[in-house]
């Protein structure tokens, strides 16, 4: 059996209605593509203060909790095998502010589940998880950047 895959970031999902506010990166991983705001985990913290730091730093926006949806994790990327936890919050009212890491803009639910301009693996993520379904663990495996396997089961772990 092999060792588990290591926790280090964070990917959050900020919806307002049936729109998702997602972000284009303008670097590596994904560079190019559509995705949520997150980041890192710094040493000493949680999993959800590090998405709420993430979401402050990225977006302006203030929020005080967030849905635990589960985690995601993938070997194969084109960056080391990890994981990263994932969550959803309803979006505070306004606009969201400047972002250094790219482009942010809000798109429909439905694009996020099908655009060829977002992460692949957010085609399997993002109904489930902005549908509301219980926390999940996600699973790919990538060869020359394409998703060559997955799996899905029901999350486990707590944050």
């Known amino acids: 059996m092999m060792p588990p895959l290591p926790l280090q970031y964070t990917l959050c999902f900020l919806t307002r209605g049936d729109q998702v506010l997602l972000l284009k ?7 190019g593509m559509w995705n949520g705001v997150g980041g890192h985990v710094e040493p000493g913290e949680s999993p959800l203060a590090a998405c709420l730091r993430e979401v402050r730093e990225e977006t302006g926006y203030v929020l005080t909790e967030a849905r635990f949806g589960g985690v995601l994790t993938w070997r194969g990327f084109e960056v080391p095998e990890g994981g990263l936890y994932l969550f959803t919050a ?40 902005l549908g509301g379904a219980p926390p999940q663990e996600y699973y790919f495996e990538y060869a020359a950047g394409q ?13």
Do not use: K, Y
Request: glycine residues 6%; proline residues 18%; contains cysteine.
């Open 25 to 31: 990166r303008l670097r590596s991983p994904n560079q």
């Open 147 to 159: 998703i060559v396997a997955q799996a899905v089961r029901p999350c486990s772990m707590r944050p």
């Open 90 to 129: 309803p979006a505070p009212p306004g606009e969201p502010g400047p972002c250094d890491e790219g482009i942010l803009q809000w798109h429909p639910r439905a694009w996020l589940f099908t655009s060829p301009e977002v992460v692949s693996n957010l085609h399997v993520v993002g109904p489930a998880l």
